[in-house]
């Protein structure tokens, strides 16, 4: 995580490890920033079990329900949600235990990052969506930026994600899966939340996904984005996110 995600000089508040997904939440001092990344796909499994069980699913999300919020219709993608819901509980007790042990001060000015590759990129932004909706959050500034993500949600809670959550979205010019899920009518459109910023391919127009997709191939991107040479295998705290 530590080059990718431009967390180096962090302290680990915990890790987290499902059959299906895993992570960890950091605190960055030198940012004041909370980073909870989430790993992508990895085996075939995972995009059966959960890429490709892209029917809707109504999130529970506070402040979303009412009369004047009747015609809100905020579904997202059941097998990514189901994958943010089995990791929710330990995430949200590591976050208020920690903003717990600081000053109220200190507490105000801290900063929630969400962020991972691919199905870990799905996952972290509607784990920004639910912790946006959460009082005991509201005060907190949060963000966005994920790397090779597939689409989440329909219009409605694109809108309502974007208004509220700043973010950037990040995809390789030969990557097809942040194009994903592409369905019908039936099922829904899915929306891409934020428009993605197209990053360099160097060249490599094969279409082969494997390459394409390769979480390594975008840390090699976003470091050319950066004019920071590629053999320097690390970033001083968070600034590789901040451009």
Same mark, same amino acid.
């Not at 105000?108 to 969400?114: A, G, I, P, S, Y």
């Given at each position: 995580? !530590? ?12 890790? +987290?490890? =499902?059959?299906?997904? $895993? ?13 909870? &990344?989430?790993?992508? =796909? ?13 029917? !809707? ?9 009412? @009369? ?8 997202? $993608?059941?097998? #990514?949600?189901?994958?943010?819901? &089995? ?5 949200? *007790? @590591?976050? !208020? ?17 969400? &962020?991972? $590759? ?6 972290? =932004?509607?784990?920004?969506? #639910? ?38 979205? %990040? ?8 194009? %994903? ?7 829904? +459109? #899915?929306? @891409?939340?934020? =428009?993605? #910023?197209?990053?360099? @391919?160097?060249?490599?127009?094969? %279409?082969?996904?494997?390459? *394409? $997709? ?19 295998? +690390? ?9």
């Amino acid at each position: 995580f !530590k080059p990718f995600y431009g967390i180096g000089g962090s302290k680990l508040l915990q890790s +987290y490890r =499902t059959p299906a997904v $895993h992570g960890m939440v950091a605190f960055n001092p030198s940012k004041n920033l909370i980073v909870v &990344t989430y790993r992508g =796909t990895q085996k075939g499994k995972e995009w059966l079990g959960q890429n490709f069980n892209f029917i !809707k699913k109504q999130p529970v999300l506070a402040g979303i329900e009412g @009369s004047a919020l009747r015609d809100f219709d905020g579904w997202v $993608h059941a097998g #990514y949600w189901n994958l943010f819901e &089995t990791t929710k509980d330990q995430i949200e *007790a @590591s976050i !208020k235990e920690f903003l717990l042990r600081l000053e109220e001060k200190e507490r105000k000015d801290v900063k929630l990052l969400f &962020t991972g $590759h691919s199905l870990g990129g799905a996952t972290a =932004t509607l784990a920004a969506g #639910y912790f946006a909706s959460q009082d005991d959050f509201k005060g907190l500034e949060k963000e966005i930026r994920t790397f090779g993500s597939p689409k989440v949600a329909g219009e409605d809670f694109k809108l309502w994600l974007e208004a509220r959550v700043p973010g950037k979205s %990040f995809a390789r010019e030969t990557d097809p899966v942040p194009t %994903f899920p592409r369905v019908s009518d039936y099922l829904g +459109y #899915y929306k @891409s939340i934020y =428009t993605p #910023y197209l990053l360099d @391919s160097f060249g490599d127009y094969s %279409f082969d996904l494997d390459a *394409a $997709h390769d979480a390594r191939k975008y840390q090699q991107a976003i470091y050319a984005l950066r004019n920071i040479p590629y053999e320097k295998m +690390y970033i001083k705290g968070a600034e590789l996110l901040d451009k």
